[in-house]
């Protein structure tokens, strides 16, 4: 049987308690959501897009969706990129004329989520932003997709 000494023991059990709370809080949201620069954090999380068709980023401080519109979008095939930080999900709802399209979602770690989306007709677009995991930032941008 080993034997180690109070000194070692409790030296591993520091080494151990530091790196649970290091993996902890590379889990949590920061410090400020509130206080957050969002423009930076979207050109650094965010690739640039030409074409885009509708985009939007922010902050989410409570449960309610933020919805931003466009008037007008061609029928045809999309893509959807999303990013979101914070920690939790954020969901966005894609709407035409009304009719839901899709939903998608986009883990808050910072990454990327993309989806393909099909809008069916042209007309009004819509995209719903929420999270019940708020507060959080995110950001989006539809583009035409690649063929």
């Known amino acids: 049987m ?21 993996g902890v809080s590379a889990c949590q949201a920061p410090a400020n959501i509130a206080d957050a620069d969002v423009p930076a954090w979207k050109e650094k999380v965010l690739p640039a897009a030409s074409g885009v068709v509708l985009e939007d980023s922010g902050k989410i401080l409570n449960r309610d969706p933020l919805v931003k519109d466009s008037p007008s979008v061609p029928a045809g095939s999309y893509t959807l990129t999303m990013a979101c930080d914070g920690g939790g999900k954020a969901y966005f709802a894609v709407s035409s004329g009304g009719t839901k399209i899709t939903d998608a979602a986009a883990a808050c770690n910072g990454s990327l989520d993309v989806v ?21 930032i995110y950001a989006y941008h539809l583009v035409p997709a690649a063929n």
């Open 2 to 22: 080993l034997n180690f000494s109070s000194t070692r023991r409790r030296a591993g059990l520091v080494a151990i308690a530091a790196g649970a709370l290091l």
């Open 116 to 136: 393909k989306i099909k809008v069916p007709g042209a007309g009004a677009l819509s995209i719903s932003t929420s999270s019940v995991d708020a507060p959080l």
